[in-house]
Structures are given as C-alpha cells and as structure tokens.
C-alpha cells in the first residue's frame, strides 16, 4: 500500500488501495510482471484541476488566500502563469485516488449540477490518463464570483468568463 505523499486535507478516505484488489479502473496497467509505475500526486492534481477549469461555471479555484497568493504570483515576472493544481489536493494510491477540490463559482451556475459536472469530468479524465481508479471527488464551493466583480486572479473557467 503506497500512500506516501497523501495531501488531502479535509477527511480522507482511509485506505486508497489494497494491494490484492482487482477492482482499478486499469486492473493491473500500473503494477505488471514487467514493473510498477508510480503516478506522483502532483500528475493527478494537475490532471484533475484542468478537468474541473474545464467545466463552464468554473470561474477559479482554491480558497481564498490560495487565490490571492495565486494572483500575486501570476502578476510577477516569471510567475509561471495559472497553477494547475491550485485549489486541488490528492491522496494517491496504488491503485487508487481521491481528489478533494475548492471552487469559485459564477453567479447563476446551478451548484448542484456543476459539482456533478466537475466530479463526472475529474472522474473521467483522470481515471482515462492515469489508469487510477477515482473513488471520491470531493468539493468545496469556497465563493461565488458576481457579475462585474474584478477579484483580479485572472483564472477562468475555460471559456465561460469572457464577457466585461
């Protein structure tokens, strides 16, 4: 069982994989006779935070002070731009992964059918590049973005924030 660099914060969900399990999306594609491959916890955080800027309704991610670092340092020379995993926590198992994610959502979104939305596509994206069997997406609606606000964190939500 390797749950070296579990991150998420917010409850967990005990043990992600046991070894003997059959039961991962892949069943079997990351531990052959040939050799294991390891998926390191900031793949799926990336993996995971651009599916769920995908989703139209997405206007940013993370908590509040996570947002405002993230402004900061986009601003600065060399920023690097957008952080992929901001926002975004995993614990990574063997076989297995759980992703806890925080949101920003535009005004108007309907908070239940975009959770579904991002989980149906965090779910989906990550199982499909990492052969990691998903077994929770959990997510935190931290805000909700008003029309004509500029919080100036310049994270968008994938084409849904271009109108002022």
Known sequence: MSQENGQAGRGGTGTLSR????RAHSDGALV????????????VAKVAGMAAREIGGV?????????TFGSVRERLPG?????????????VGEKQ???????VVEY???????????????????????????????????DIHLPGEDDGNGQ????????S
């Not at 052959?32 to 793949?43: F, N, S, Y």
């Not at 968008?156 to 109108?163: I, T």
């Open 108 to 142: 108007g979104a309907a908070i239940p059918d975009l959770s579904s939305a991002v989980r149906d596509n965090v779910t989906d994206r990550v199982q499909h590049i990492t052969g990691l069997e998903v077994v929770e997406v959990n997510i935190t609606v931290d």
């Open 97 to 103: 992964a759980a992703v806890d994610i925080d949101l």
């Open 59 to 67: 206007h940013a991610m993370g908590a509040g002070m996570a947002r």
């Open 19 to 22: 070894p003997d399990s059959s």
């Open 32 to 43: 052959t006779d040939q050799g294991r491959t390891t998926i390191a916890d900031d793949v």
């Open 79 to 91: 920023g690097g731009g957008t952080d992929a995993t901001q926002g975004v926590s995993v614990q």
């Open 156 to 163: 968008g939500s994938g084409g849904s924030s271009g109108g």
